[in-house]
Nanobody, 121 residues
Framework: QVQLVESGGGLVQAGGSLRLSCATS????????MGWYRQAPGNQREWVAIIPTGGRTRYADSVKGRFTISRDNAKNTVYLQMNSLKPEDTAVYYC???????????????WGQGTQVTVSS
């Protein structure tokens, strides 16, 4: 059983910062990539940032220059440092892991439960 547990959400004023964490546990052979997504009320879930194993980080244009994704491979944990937050960043943030399982299945995706980020103006 693979689990992703997010933490670090909350309420912050515009211009402030938050740091989200997502810890992965369970039987994983290899993590291929980890990423962050978000979903605002009435909107579809959208991609925010991704950090592939051994690859280059990528960001959605809306967060480029303000958000930084990083990983601690020893802890199987991914982080999202969010600076200069704007009210339009308000959403539930979800982490995602693309993994290779011990039984050989590739490209299996797991999601965290989500953490609320609210930015007040």
């Amino acid at each position: 059983q693979v689990q992703l547990v997010e933490s670090g959400g909350g309420l912050v004023q515009a211009g402030g910062s938050l740091r989200l964490s997502c810890a992965t546990s369970g039987s994983i052979f290899r993590i291929n990539a980890m990423g962050w997504y978000r979903q605002a009320p009435g909107n579809q879930r959208e991609w925010v940032a991704i950090i592939p194993t051994g690859g280059r980080t990528r960001y959605a244009d809306s967060v480029k220059g303000r958000f930084t994704i990083s990983r601690d491979n020893a802890k199987n944990t991914v982080y999202l440092q969010m600076n200069s937050l704007k009210p339009e960043d308000t959403a539930v943030y979800y982490c995602n892991a693309d993994v290779l399982l011990p039984d050989g299945r590739i490209g299996v995706n797991y999601w965290g439960q989500g953490t609320q980020v609210t930015v007040s103006s």
